[in-house]
């Protein structure tokens, strides 16, 4: 499955794209304000793709005219996040290479996979959540649309062996169609 929008591919991730992904995984600038620790090798990025990019619906970001992944965008289903049992419903998360902050990427990525979601998956809600402090990612669901949910102060982050807070939104398919 390939997505394009206008300036982006989104493709499913593959084994050749460990070394792109350690490139921007390995800076302290993205991954722990997301819940996860920097990179430290290839390898480590090459067990990510196995173990973790592998969901149904999770996708590299590249520009076009580039197969380089610079960044992850997916639509996390039912068994897969935390946020909803239910399978008309699911999550949304995202990480983007330093790089390519400011561009305006990550909305138009996620633009596309909402449509997806509400288009084609059958979706009726898509959570998005941020941890405080994350600006940059919250910046990325008011573009797009979602709207405020609930905070919740003691939230685990077991990747980083911390308890943070976390903001949580949510989008409808009827808000999504008002919208698009």
Known sequence: MIL????????RWEESDAESLYEYAKDPAVGPIAGWPP????EESL???KDVLNGAECYAICEKGSNKAIGA????LNGHTDMTE???ECELGYWLGKPFWGRGYMPEA?????RRGFEELGMNTIWCGYYDGN???KRVQEKVGFVYHHTCNEVPVPLMNEIRVGHTSFMTKEQWENIK
Do not use: C, G, Y
């Open 135 to 137: 600006h940059k990612s």
């Open 4 to 11: 394009q929008t206008e300036r982006l591919t989104l493709h």
């Open 39 to 42: 990179h430290k090798s290839v």
């Open 110 to 114: 996620a633009r596309e996979l909402l």
């Open 86 to 88: 239910r399978d008309d």
């Open 47 to 49: 067990s990510v793709i």
């Open 73 to 76: 965008i997916e639509l996390k």
